[in-house]
């Protein structure tokens, strides 16, 4: 399977990182956002009646770093919203608009709208059969994950991406009012990724998360005669104000669903997936088995 396309027609999926300015379901792309926000900084700049060879030395940044800023071609560094409200007297407008933007170094430009989501969301479900979702993830799982990437990272880039990782799981713990529920395939620990000492640790890092309250996790077993979730992996997330939208990811992108008949549908399976899954008992049980066979 690829993305779901096969079965869904793929007019009603928006995809991350497909360079234009917004997804077909009219979700604005992370690049789309940059240049709303480079708009805003402009309009301030010229009512100010300033150049941006004038204004650059006023915030501290060269004025091809504005340039950049203006034409929505990079973020703007941390500091730069404030110095640049202050300095064109702009309401707060520019701080007001920078918090939309999002810097969370590590993270796939495709993936960082569902990440800002996440953020605020008041119950999120994931179902995975290709590896264990990254908020499950130890830091050893996850590590050997990025190393055997391809094309290869450097150490930097791991770095980066296993500190985004991390910092990403503090979700569980600092959103208690937030239900987590995850369906994971039985056979994702028993491929003993990393090795036998890896897949101990993150056994154990499972079954301390499932103790939560927060946090429901349920074991698909290997054989079972009835499967919702064929089509691949994926994700579902209720916003503060009730609405519900989907993401689907690939080798190279993700996709971004908001139309609500296919959010339905994403719902209708993840509903089917929870009765054929294990319970919970039932997959701590399991989980405390494969435990002690290592």
Not at 228 to 253: F, I, K, N, V
């Amino acid at each position: 399977m690829t993305h779901g396309t096969e079965t869904i027609d793929s007019t009603t999926y928006g995809t991350f990182g497909n360079g234009g300015n917004r997804s077909s379901t009219g979700e604005p792309e992370p690049q789309y956002i940059l240049k709303m926000f480079g708009e805003v900084v402009k309009t301030f700049r010229k009512r100010a009646r300033l150049t941006q060879e004038q204004f650059a030395p006023l915030v501290g940044y060269s004025p091809e770093t504005v340039a950049s800023i203006e034409q929505g071609r990079r973020l703007p560094p941390p500091d730069f919203a404030e110095r640049a409200d202050s300095e064109l007297d702009a309401f707060g407008v520019i701080l007001a608009a920078a918090k939309h933007l999002t810097r969370r170094k590590g993270l796939a430009s495709w993936f960082r709208q569902w990440a800002q989501l996440e953020l605020t969301a008041l119950s999120l479900y994931t179902y995975e059969c290709r590896l264990i979702p990254g908020l499950l993830q130890t830091p050893a799982y996850a590590r050997r994950l990025f190393a055997d990437r391809l094309p290869p990272l450097g150490d930097e880039q791991i770095e980066a991406q296993l500190a985004a990782r991390l910092e990403r799981q503090q979700l569980l713990r600092n959103r208690p009012n937030t239900a987590f529920t995850f369906i994971l395939e039985e056979h994702l620990l028993l491929r003993d990724l990393g090795g036998e000492e890896v897949t101990r640790e993150l056994i154990d890092h499972i079954i301390d998360l499932s103790e939560l309250r927060n946090v429901e996790i349920q074991i698909m077993p290997l054989v079972r005669h009835h499967h919702a979730g064929l089509d691949g992996p994926m994700r579902l997330l209720e916003t503060p104000e009730h609405q519900w939208c989907a993401y689907s990811e690939g080798q190279m992108y993700g996709q971004f669903i908001s139309d609500p008949k296919v959010v339905s549908v994403i719902q209708m399976r993840c509903a089917s997936m929870r009765s054929q899954a294990l319970s919970l008992d039932d997959s701590k049980s399991l989980l405390r088995r494969m435990r002690g066979a290592r």
